[in-house]
């Protein structure tokens, strides 16, 4: 009898030893098969992220060009006070004092439309940084010829207050282009 109950002890110890092998050993075929699927879903958003930065640029730069492209032979008087309007805009936004603001067309390369601006403004060095990276972001292209940037002069009556930032005066000539479209 007592050897009845060995063999039935020693047969429900194997039976409980390969359930636990068994076990762990599905446990961790299913946690390799995991990080597996875990490291290709990671690789796919990895490549997903990468896709929309690239859409969200590429529309970028599909509105430039649709904003580049024309069928007329020069700017229309809107486009050039659009233009102007934006610019005024940029220097209020960021308190910059425009001096002077005026526009001419240029003669360019055939197929090309250029019309170019002069602008004169006052502003702290930080502030002109700015207005130039705002100048940058806008939906055209844009080309700058000249850039003078000195220091405004102090007059007796003005007195600037302690801690303020320097002043520049900022000359600035730009073009913006358009490129014809064929028929």
Do not use: C, W
């Not at 946690?31 to 990468?50: R, V």
């Not at 600037?160 to 000539?173: D, I, Q, S």
């Amino acid at each position: 009898m007592k050897e009845r109950y060995s063999v039935f002890v020693l047969l429900l110890i194997l039976i409980g030893v390969l359930f636990f092998m068994l076990t762990s050993n599905t446990v961790r075929k299913s946690k390799s098969k995991i990080e597996e699927l875990d490291g290709k879903i990671k690789t796919a958003q990895e490549q997903l992220n990468s896709a929309r930065i690239m859409d969200q640029q590429l529309s970028q730069f599909a509105l430039i060009i649709d904003n580049s492209l024309t069928k007329t032979a020069s700017f229309s008087f809107d486009e050039i006070n659009d233009f102007k309007t934006k610019i005024g805009q940029l220097a209020d936004q960021r308190s910059i004092q425009l001096n002077k603001l005026s526009d001419s067309n240029k003669f360019s390369l055939p197929g090309l439309i250029e019309t170019t601006y002069n602008l004169e403004l006052e502003a702290s060095y930080v502030q002109i940084g700015q207005f130039i990276s705002d100048l940058e972001a806008l939906d055209n292209i844009l080309k700058i010829h000249a850039l003078d940037i000195s220091p405004t002069q102090v007059s007796d009556k003005e007195v600037r207050a302690p801690g303020a930032p320097n002043r520049y005066r900022m000359t600035l000539e730009l073009s913006i282009f358009k490129v014809k479209k064929e028929a």
